[in-house]
């Protein structure tokens, strides 16, 4: 069974940090990329940040670009969230959610963690 | 950037309805189209990908079409667990976005 399973959100100060951690089991992690998305409360869906398998690339929402981080950690079938100079914007529950496996599936998305709630707030 | 816009953004419908939902993508994307459900407090589901593929164990009355700029959803016959929000989303390469939702209300 495929499980992600969030952790880390808290409530933090504005300026702060915060890292978020997704654990992954049930799939050949090192076989997918990766994404973190992030729902704003009452709001839509962002997506956030974006790894390849092999950590090799990186993308980002331009909104984050230059605060935030996004790792892996293969042999440990784990995602991260590095989150620097946090923002009230930033407050949102944040969701990892298995990527593009290759184009013999074609499709992204297909499995997503519960989420974990970041609120930044003095 | 890639924009894509949904509607409408809010529907009213009563079970047993067909119902459409429509999104429209800045500039051509292909086929690179995926449509999810979301309930309150859920995480999103994904109901169909490659604009028309239906993802296994999603029920046959989902379905998606279109290409280019212009997508659509279809759910043939509301279902009491069909009123949820929902989302179109592009990916390609690195690109992600998503519409802004759709929520479908019992009227």
């Known amino acids: 069974e495929v499980q992600l399973v969030e952790s880390g959100g808290d409530l933090v100060q504005p300026g702060g940090s915060l890292r978020l951690s997704c654990a992954v089991s049930?799939?050949?992690?090192?076989?997918?990329?990766m994404s973190w998305v992030r729902q704003a409360p009452g709001k839509g869906l962002e997506w956030v940040a974006y790894?390849?398998?092999?950590?090799?690339?990186?993308y980002y929402v331009d909104s984050v670009k230059g605060r935030f981080a996004i790792s892996r950690d293969n042999p440990k079938n784990s995602l991260y969230l590095q989150m620097n100079s946090l923002r009230a914007e930033d407050t949102a529950v944040y969701y990892c959610?298995?990527?593009?496996?290759?184009?013999?599936?074609?499709?992204?998305?297909?499995?997503w963690g519960r989420g974990t709630l970041v609120t930044v707030s003095s | 950037d890639i924009q894509m816009t949904q509607s409408p953004s809010t529907l009213s419908a009563s079970v047993g309805d067909r119902v459409t939902i429509t999104c429209r993508a800045s500039?051509?994307?292909?086929?690179?189209l995926a449509w999810f459900q979301q309930k309150p407090g859920k995480a999103p589901k994904l109901l169909i990908y490659k604009a028309s593929s239906l993802e296994s164990g999603v029920p046959s009355r989902f379905s998606g079409s279109g290409s280019g700029t212009e997508f659509t959803l279809i759910i043939s016959s509301l279902q009491p667990d069909d009123f949820a929000t929902y989302y179109c989303q592009h990916y390609s390469g690195y690109s992600r976005a998503f519409g802004q939702g759709t929520k479908v209300e019992i009227k």
């Open positions: 049930g799939f050949t992690f090192s076989n997918y990329c």
């Open positions: 790894i390849r398998p092999d950590g090799s690339d990186k």
């Open positions: 959610a298995r990527d593009w496996g290759g184009a013999a599936a074609g499709k992204n998305f297909d499995y």
């Open positions: 500039q051509s994307i292909s086929s690179w």
